[in-house]
């Protein structure tokens, strides 16, 4: 019912930037908080960053001051830039977003299908 495409990703160097995005499609009602999070190899995945739809953003406190969630309402698209990236923000990215879908009666978690981000030298 709802498809999320991811694409940004790729191999930066340390001290570099990248910008995410990530599309919801589908029988899109209505989008609350969207996210993004990262699992890196042997680790668990982990909350990176969230926006609600009024555009209150939260930060994991790893990237605060270094990354910035933005979303386009009118596009159901989110957004993340990543600047000065150092080696541990190698991580497959992971979009979550909230979907109220048409017909439906309550919000539902949705993940794309993940971007790899390598930053390395």
């Known amino acids: 019912q709802v498809q999320l495409v991811e694409s940004g990703g790729g191999l930066v160097q340390p001290g570099g930037s990248l910008r995410l995005s990530c599309a919801a499609s589908?029988?899109?009602?209505?989008?609350?908080?969207m996210g993004w999070y990262r699992q890196a190899p042997g680790k668990e995945r982990e909350l990176v960053a969230t926006?609600?739809?009024?555009?209150?953003?939260n930060y994991a406190d790893s990237v605060k001051g270094r990354f910035t969630i933005s979303r386009d309402n009118a596009k159901n698209t989110v957004y993340l830039a990543m600047n000065s990236l150092n080696p541990e923000d190698t991580a497959v990215y992971y979009c979550?977003?909230?979907?109220?879908?048409?017909?439906?009666?309550?919000?539902?978690?949705?993940w794309g299908q993940g971007t790899q981000v390598t930053v390395s030298s």
């Open positions: 589908g029988s899109i009602f209505s989008i609350d908080v």
């Open positions: 979550n977003t909230y979907v109220l879908v048409t017909g439906g009666s309550s919000y539902v978690p949705y």
């Open positions: 926006i609600t739809g009024g555009g209150n953003a």
